[in-house]
């Protein structure tokens, strides 16, 4: 089982809509958590931290639930320029090892 | 935030080869991170730099293939070692902001590799 999953994607979806990813993890002792995005050909880019207590950014709302090892993020809204790939990331270990997932790939058309 | 800058680029080198990858942060970083990014797939950990003492490899990665330099605060190598064409790959770097150690990662524009 991989240690973070996501959905396989890819989301193909009109301008507007909103759009939900979901993430799990299978290391309870993870510590943090985060929504990277990725553009093609770039770095991935810091999108967002998930915090417990769910946290919001605009059209980007992104949740936690600890106790079902579950992360999301919600996209409002959506724009042309949402399209890229949105990596879930999780952080666990003594030095802040990163771990991401394999990305659900975004397309938003007009 | 950090900015994190990454030399080479790209580079397209041959089969049995060395290269030597640069990464320069722009302040002071407690840890910095080495990553690879394979055609079409997410990013794999393959050591965190340690400054003043070995890298720490990731499990399937090994120092006689990928050495790891960290000769202070703010600057790093990698090498990829005798390469095959299974090298082919986006390396990049990563580190987190200032001396705290589960914030967020910031990450350099990668070096991307082709190995004939």
């Known amino acids: 089982r991989k240690e973070v999953e996501q959905d396989p994607g890819p989301f193909n979806v009109p301008e507007g809509a909103t759009v939900a990813f979901n993430c799990t993890y299978s290391n309870s002792a993870s510590q943090s958590f985060f929504w990277y995005r990725q553009d093609c050909r770039k770095e991935p880019k810091l999108l967002m931290s998930v915090y417990s207590s769910g946290n919001e950014d605009g059209r980007f709302t992104a949740q936690l639930n600890r106790a079902s090892q579950y992360i999301s993020l919600l996209i409002r809204d959506s724009k042309l320029s949402d399209s890229a790939t949105y990596l879930c990331?999780?952080?666990?270990?003594?030095?802040?090892?990163?771990?991401f997932g394999a990305g659900t790939r975004l397309a938003v058309h007009p | 935030s950090a900015v994190i800058s990454q030399k080479p680029s790209r580079d397209i080198c041959q089969r049995g080869t060395s290269l030597t990858i640069q990464c320069q942060v722009d302040?002071?970083?407690?840890?910095m991170f080495w990553y690879r990014q394979q055609p079409g797939q997410s990013l794999t950990l393959i050591a965190t730099a340690n400054q003043g003492s070995e890298a720490t490899y990731e499990s399937g990665f090994v120092i006689d293939k990928f050495p790891i330099s960290r000769p202070n605060l703010t600057f790093s190598t990698l090498t990829v070692s005798n390469m095959s064409p299974e090298d082919s790959s986006i390396y990049l770097c990563s580190a987190p902001p200032g001396y705290s150690s589960y914030n967020e990662q910031f990450f350099g524009p990668g070096t991307r590799l082709t190995v004939l």
């Open positions: 990331v999780v952080s666990s270990g003594g030095y802040n090892k990163l771990i």
């Open positions: 302040s002071q970083v407690t840890m």
